[in-house]
């Protein structure tokens, strides 16, 4: 399968570059457009020789015709560019002619467009008519077609109530023109070639063609994307290490999280990047994947994360909407842009439980990363309606504590990051009922309180506020210390998962645990039982730390939550046992996850398996895992922060450093971190660290 991609505009092919089956298609805001894009020659389909991407938004396919009576196999050879730009996929067909006679060829090209949102096709794919957020299907695709001689294009075009969308496409060479197809009858002469190029243009809603397109600006648009990509990675830091798997690892992560970056509405509008979460179905923007991405990839430099505050500080709802989960204050939880969100009318959504207080600990991040205090004065209202829905209407049951609950009835039943419908157990397998308080959303919530504490102090000059901010901080530390602690004759002391609508403990094992420890709200005699109980065989699968403990009766080391492996989840686990000082576990589970990735071509993927390891000599695939996808590519990257100890320290404002790396790694040097307005470099080795400014 060949995935070429550029923002929430992609390709998702065959081997051979052709559309045809299942999920194969161009997209485009949550909407396939290219359904059908196949080559035939004297009837037959080549026969592959190699294909692969050759960059993220380009790939290569070598082919050659199959045996035949008057031909034999390799007579032509064919090859086939892609290059995915903005709205857009040029290709060329280059065909040579390797005997040393005449070859006569029939080239037929079939292609289609359907128009279908990205729940359609999921659903056709995994055959159900569950189409998520739209209580009926968007009814049936009528797709307009027509042909231009003259200019020698065809258009698409589809247009029902709250939806349009139309694509056009253009050839360089003239030929028999069909529907939806273009032949040609070539005759090639001894040791000649013939091209072809194309180009499809995807417009969106009300956007307009332009006057006169040409299959010939393929070199103008890749040389934007190049230039794009290039820029990317001049500003991101450049490593060098004698660990190879963390340093394939991490050049993977920069180029993917280059390869998702988009923009969440048109050309921009003066809106910066910030990544999308994963392909193929969730090329767009996501409250809580984009606020953990761009918090992992600080040390990449502030682009991500600023775009990504701005862009959720403009979709921030401001009233109630109970068909959207919606609440004024509330960060979106995820924004569709295809049929079915126009049908359903339930987009932007906002439920979830934890991306609002996702956004104030990353706006805290970002300034402790950068020191931009104009930027913190400038989010200081979205940051407070944030607050405010903290403080009230997150408490569903005026208990203190953070609540979820659906209202709408096409909305998520679980709105933690484990948002699958099943995903909140109790031990003994059974199923939690609404309003529910998870554990980790507990430890945002207190670890936001905390940061904006020290933003109001510093930045906003609101002590009082500050104080405010403290003392609750204070009081639900001290309570969910209480609250959230159990005892298991299997591990002994532990966080349960969460709070059911009565108050109950969900006394499920989970790894939210780990991030409890990120958010320090874990008091310090507990932490060290809570280190062990992540590292013990039930939770920690020898190549990452599982969903769900294995002792618990809801575990399925293949069920999404509930006892998979997910590297992101992984990462702020990580960050959490170093937070508390158990830095040789850290090491453990990074460099299992490191391990884990040279498995999969250096590229984590969104969730694997949790069997244990033991029983798989390489981590078993989940088969609907998002690859590439941004919260497990920024994993490798916090991982790296993690283990080199870094901290921007705005009082004397230089980057320091406290590494310790697995045994694997003797040396490392990572050249252009960028902090607090400047750059370093930092190097490792020996156990030791030096830091120094660039020039």
């Not at 392909?279 to 761009?294: A, E, K, N």
């Not at 060290?528 to 590292?535: D, H, I, W, Y």
């Not at 790296?640 to 009082?651: C, K, S």
Request: charged share 25%.
């Amino acid at each position: 399968m060949l995935t070429v991609l550029e923002g929430n505009n992609f390709l998702v092919a065959d081997d051979l570059g052709e559309v045809g089956d299942a999920s194969e298609g161009l997209y485009l805001n949550d909407t396939r457009y290219l359904s059908r894009w196949r080559l035939t020659v004297n009837g037959e389909r080549p026969q592959l020789l190699t294909s692969n991407t050759i960059d993220y938004y380009s790939a290569a396919v070598f082919m050659q015709n199959v045996e035949a009576a008057d031909l034999p196999a390799g007579a032509i050879s064919l090859t086939r560019d892609m290059f995915v730009g903005a709205g857009s996929m040029q290709t060329r067909l280059h065909i040579e002619n390797h005997t040393l006679e005449r070859v006569d060829l029939a080239l037929r090209l079939e292609f289609d467009f359907d128009f279908l949102d990205v729940f359609e096709v999921k659903a056709r794919e995994y055959r159900t008519e569950d189409l998520v957020f739209t209580l009926r299907a968007p009814p049936s695709v009528e797709i307009e077609r027509s042909h231009d001689t003259r200019e020698n294009s065809w258009s698409f075009a589809h247009r029902e109530d709250g939806f349009q969308a139309a694509a056009l496409v253009w050839f360089s060479q003239r030929g028999e023109a069909g529907d939806t197809s273009i032949a040609h009858a070539l005759q090639i002469a001894p040791g000649s070639s013939w091209e072809q190029r194309s180009n499809v243009v995807l417009l969106y809603g009300e956007e307009q063609r332009r006057p006169s397109y040409t299959s010939f600006f393929f070199g103008q648009g890749r040389a934007r994307v190049e230039q794009s990509l290039g820029s990317w990675r001049q500003q991101t830091p450049q490593l060098h290490t004698d660990w190879e798997d963390l340093a394939h690892a991490y050049e993977t992560s920069v180029g993917d999280l280059a390869a998702l970056r988009m923009r969440p509405r048109g050309d921009g509008g003066g809106l910066r990047d910030l990544p999308a979460a994963g392909l193929p179905w969730f090329m767009t923007v996501f409250g809580r994947d984009t606020l953990i991405t761009s918090y992992q990839t600080l040390l990449l430099g502030p682009t991500l994360a600023g775009g990504t505050l701005d862009a959720l500080a403009d979709l921030q709802a401001h009233e109630r909407d109970d068909e959207a989960d919606a609440e004024p204050g509330k960060i979106v939880h995820e924004v569709r842009m295809g049929r079915v969100a126009a049908a359903g009318r339930s987009f932007p959504y906002y439920g979830s439980v934890d991306s609002t207080l996702l956004f104030l600990i990353l706006l805290s991040e970002a300034y402790r990363w950068t020191g931009d205090k104009e930027t913190v004065l400038r989010l200081r209202e979205p940051a407070m309606q944030a607050i405010n829905w903290m403080r009230t209407q997150a408490d569903l049951r005026h208990d203190g504590y953070v609540s979820y609950h659906r209202r709408s009835a096409k909305g998520l039943e679980s709105q933690s990051w484990k948002d699958s419908w099943d995903s909140m157990r109790y031990r003994d397998g059974t199923i939690a009922q609404t309003p529910i308080s998870t554990a980790e959303a507990q430890g945002y919530a207190f670890d936001a309180r905390i940061r904006m504490a020290e933003l109001a102090r510093s930045v906003w000059r609101d002590a009082a506020l500050a104080a405010e901010l403290e003392v609750e901080a204070a009081l639900l530390r001290e309570r969910f210390n209480r609250d959230y602690w159990t005892v298991r004759e299997d591990v002994g002391g532990t966080f349960v998962l969460g709070l059911d609508d009565e108050g109950r403990q969900i006394d499920s094992l989970c790894s939210n645990i780990g991030h409890l420890l990120w958010s320090g709200i874990v008091e310090p005699e507990r932490a060290a039982q809570v280190a062990e109980t992540l590292v013990a065989p039930d939770l920690y699968s020898g190549w990452g730390v599982r969903t769900m403990s294995s002792a618990d009766r809801g575990f399925n080391p293949i069920g999404y939550h509930t006892g998979t492996v997910w590297p992101h989840d992984n990462s702020l686990v990580v960050a959490g046992l170093a937070r508390y000082g158990y830095r040789q576990y850290a090491n453990r589970i990074a460099q299992s996850m490191i391990e884990a990735s040279s498995q999969f071509d250096h590229r984590l993927p969104e969730v694997f398996a949790g069997y244990p390891r033991e029983r798989t000599p390489f981590p078993v695939s989940y088969p609907t895992a998002c690859s590439p996808q941004a919260w497990a590519a920024g994993t490798p990257i916090l991982f790296l922060t993690v283990m080199l100890g870094l901290r921007p320290d705005a009082e004397t404002g230089t980057l320091k450093a406290e590494p310790m790396l697995p045994d694997i790694c003797s040396h490392l040097e990572l050249r252009g971190v960028e902090a607090l307005g400047r750059r370093f470099t930092v190097r490792f080795r020996g156990g030791n660290a030096d830091v120094s400014e660039d020039s």
